[in-house]
């Protein structure tokens, strides 16, 4: 049962007619901030058998704001919780959770796009939202920043990106894993990414046929035993039309992937050091290759796009020395939008989490949160059409490198 009492509706409606500066709009320029606080009496307990009833009261505090000018596009929606406990068994937490994303035109062509992810999850080997009195939960933190740079010389397309990323697990391994043995937590990384293209559209430099060669590099730097991982790849696509609807993709290029890392120190006896749950990392021992792949890599497939609002495509080909199957289908209505993707690759939780929250745009967000502690369940909506889900990254905090496949939709 939660009894909640939001100081927010006519208070903050109030507030803003008060003070403009908060809210200014003009035909180039809009600028928007809420502040609000909050106030919710919680009290939970078992519907059926035995367990113990607690109360709680919850003072929140957030702001979400949003900014839209002729250079720069932001938006942040941000949440601070903290819950007093009524008795020994209720005891007080904080919950620091929210998104933000910015892209700014830097000149024409060249943009910079950073944004941020604070969230808490579980560490209990369950997913979902964390509850009161949950010892069992990190605090999890992302960003990332980068310039891109988009031209047309002549029929050519030119792209370039560079991104830098950060992730951060802040938890006590050792209290939350019994005898504090090492459970493949996550620490923190650092993650760089550089991607280029050139390239023309299908009957504008060769009749029937559009070309894209492309290039990119990865690089990971994890401190859990110093683990890196790096990507270097090349490709050539091609797009062959053979409808007004319908098109034949396709490529063929070359990847080398290595993942090393160092040993971990040991005591006296022989055995690995452990501290805070994490083994602690030799540095001067030298670094092991455990895992090595170079080779071909190619697929092809089919495009079918009707109309601007759909479209499906689906790819077979050879990649990390097997089978790989990739595909998408994506549907984008006025007000709704729905997608499925099939997808395969080698990822870690440092990466994916970093892409999630690239991934993430807009003007504003709908975030949906657990309303007793007032945690991201996972999702962020953007107003503006679309969204972006943390889901898979964060029900699967691990330090090691994985194949990575599956459907999500």
Known sequence: MSVRHWITGASI??????????????????????????????????????????????????????????????????????????????????????V???????????????????TRVRTDGLSGAARQRDSFSSQVWSGYVGPSYTTQIGDLNVNAAYRLGYARVDDSVSFNNANGQPNGSFADSWTNSVTGSIGFAPDTVLPGVGLTASAGYDREDASQLDQRFEDKWGRVDATVPVTPTVALVGGVGYEEIKISQRSPLLDEAGLPVIRNGRYVTDRSSPRALIY???????????????????????????RYGGMTYQGSFIWQGRDSSFAVMVFDGIDSFGRMITADVAALSGSSFDVARNPFTGDMTGCAFSTTGGGQCFNDALSGITDANFRYRGVAA
């Open 100 to 118: 933000a994303t910015a892209n700014v035109n830097v000149a024409r062509g060249l943009s910079i796009q950073a944004g941020g992810l604070a």
């Open 292 to 318: 090595n792949f170079d080779d071909i890599i190619w697929d092809a497939g089919v495009l079918w796009r009707p109309n601007h609002r759909t479209s499906l495509q689906a790819r077979v080909g050879e």
């Open 13 to 98: 409606a109030a507030l803003a007619v008060a003070t403009p500066a908060l809210a200014q709009s003009t035909q180039d320029k809009r600028v928007n901030v809420t502040p609000y606080i909050g106030v919710d009496q919680v009290v939970t307990g078992p519907l059926k058998g035995e367990g113990d009833v607690l109360t709680y009261t919850n003072i929140t505090a957030g702001v979400t704001a949003e900014v839209q000018t002729r250079r720069v596009e932001a938006a942040i929606d941000l949440q601070y919780n903290h819950s007093f406990g009524w008795g020994s068994e209720a005891t007080d937490q904080d919950v620091l959770s929210g």
